[in-house]
């Protein structure tokens, strides 16, 4: 599993160099609609280059970052101590450490595939339950067009495949170390070593059970590097 604290430090030269991370943000922003004084929680915001954009697009808007790293908990707070509208707290999204429905808009990036399979039912919940009736949930991450389970081919040949769009499409933009990043990752995701991926089917079926309702789902270019971004709404009546 990857040492977060240590990677922390190097987290913002690489990934912002990464072209696909830098619209996946903005293609979320777009998603959550027009603004306001929305309350919003960041699930594993990491050194906090989505909450930055979020204070850029939506000058209303007030956010909660949770991670439980403590490298990437220095670097956010850090960022934003002059920042009135952020706060932070150290949890993960099994265990949010938050009252309920206290939020318009749950976004997380690129967090929740090191959720254990057998955890994502308890995630759906944590992020429906902090969510205010009618809110909006925006997550993205990288997804497998396969179900599967290790040592099955056709699961493998995906991850493989997509690992590989992903490197190709980092070392044409000049993203070297995010290249490396990809392919280092692979043996990890193979392996299901704090690498989860799964299919985009498997967290709508989780989150629609936590009462999640009108899920969509929208591709980040390059299609075939599985990066997408799910959109789904607490209803208003209770679930």
Known sequence: ????????????????????YLDSIEMMLDLIGPDGEVDIIDVGCGTGNLTARVLERFPGARVLGVDPSDGMKDIYTGRFCQERRVNFVTGNALKLP??????????????????????????????????????????????????????DPAWCRDVIEKHYAAALHCLEHDAYEMMMIM???????????????????TWKAEFEAAGFTGLEVVSVPPHEVGFRIMKGVRPLSSR
């Open 183 to 201: 392919m280092g990752t692979l043996p990890r995701t193979l392996k299901q070593d704090g690498e989860y991926l799964t299919t985009e089917e």
């Open 1 to 20: 599993m990857a040492d977060w604290d240590s990677f922390s430090r190097d987290y913002d030269r690489i990934f912002l160099e990464y072209r696909q």
């Open 98 to 151: 938050v009252d309920d429905e206290l939020f318009d808009v749950v976004l997380s990036s690129l967090a929740l595939h090191h959720v254990l399979p057998d955890d994502r039912w308890r995630c759906a919940r944590q992020l429906a339950r902090v969510l205010k009736p009618g809110g909006t949930l925006v997550y993205a991450d990288l997804f497998t067009d396969v179900e599967g389970s290790l040592e």
